[in-house]
């Protein structure tokens, strides 16, 4: 039996996502609106203890690289091995690898353009394979590359110079969750926070953020959120039945009651950003 917990963002919205599995890896989502880093964090608190995660449970945070996000990890899950996500480390290297391919555009000459796109490549290679102090020995000298005088002119230079720094200034920040990436993908275990996306669209973006003309704000999205994390859960109809004694009764099939659930779930919360 293992615990996995991922954080990571949606459009318009922060989101964390709690995946606890064992049998069929059930999936429960959680949502509230931030309304500060001590409401935040309780939060997230009660979320984990609500799927039955403890500080001491074994698990695997996975996050985007944002701040908040990792604070709420540290106080939550202080020994949990965290991971940053490789789909948005990816997005910077591929940023940086468009501008080097611009370089000197409407010239004959490539060698500018295949020494920075050879050097990226293999710092890519690198932290793929789990070598950040090599993947930071080809960076740095890049970015460094740049600003010599005899490319200094070169079009493009300015924008693979901005997409270089921004690319090693976020790995850096998150150094300590760089971890052997082709490693866990051939274990099968998780390198990405794509089900945290999925989590985001179905609890807030269809509704909020896709051209449906509808809004918000603080004081009144929780409600919203509450209600729709509860539909989608499946526990909608219990939550009423415990409150008004006289809601109908659960479903049966062939005449017998609906067994409870039992499995543990798959926890998500979505955290609006502004309203």
């Not at 901005?162 to 990436?181: F, K």
């Not at 609890?203 to 004081?219: D, E, G, H, L, S």
């Not at 062939?254 to 067994?259: E, L, N, S, T, V």
Request: charged share 25%.
């Amino acid at each position: 039996m293992a615990a996995t917990s991922a954080v990571g963002t949606g459009t318009g919205t922060r989101s964390a996502t709690l995946r606890w599995s064992r049998a069929h890896g059930i999936q429960f989502r959680f949502a509230f609106a931030r309304n500060g880093p001590a409401i935040a964090s309780d939060a997230f608190k009660q979320a984990l203890a609500a799927a039955g995660v403890g500080a001491d449970t074994p698990a695997t945070v996975l996050c985007d690289g944002d701040a908040g996000l990792w604070r709420l990890q540290r106080e939550a899950l202080p020994k949990a091995t965290i991971v940053l996500d490789w789909w948005h480390a990816a997005v910077r290297f591929e940023h940086a690898l468009q501008a080097a391919r611009g370089l000197g555009a409407g010239t004959a000459d490539k060698r500018l353009t295949n020494e920075a796109v050879r050097g990226l490549e293999r710092a890519k290679w690198r932290l793929w394979h789990g070598r950040w102090p090599g993947c930071r020995r080809k960076l740095a000298p890049l970015c460094r590359w740049t600003q010599r005088k005899h490319v200094c002119d070169v079009a493009g230079i300015g924008r693979l110079q901005r997409h270089l720094g921004e690319l090693l200034g976020y790995l850096e920040r998150n150094q300590g969750a760089l971890v052997h990436y082709a490693a866990r993908r051939r274990c099968g275990e998780p390198i990405s926070t794509a089900f945290v996306e999925s989590a985001v669209n179905e609890i807030v973006a269809r509704r909020m953020n896709k051209k449906q003309q509808m809004r918000w704000n603080r004081a009144t999205v929780q409600p919203f959120l509450d209600v729709r994390t509860a539909v989608l859960n499946d526990t909608l109809e219990g939550a009423f039945r415990t409150r008004y004694s006289g809601f109908r009764p659960a479903r049966t099939t062939k005449g017998q009651p609906q067994q409870p659930r039992n499995e543990p779930h798959r926890f998500a919360y979505s955290r609006p950003d502004s309203a």
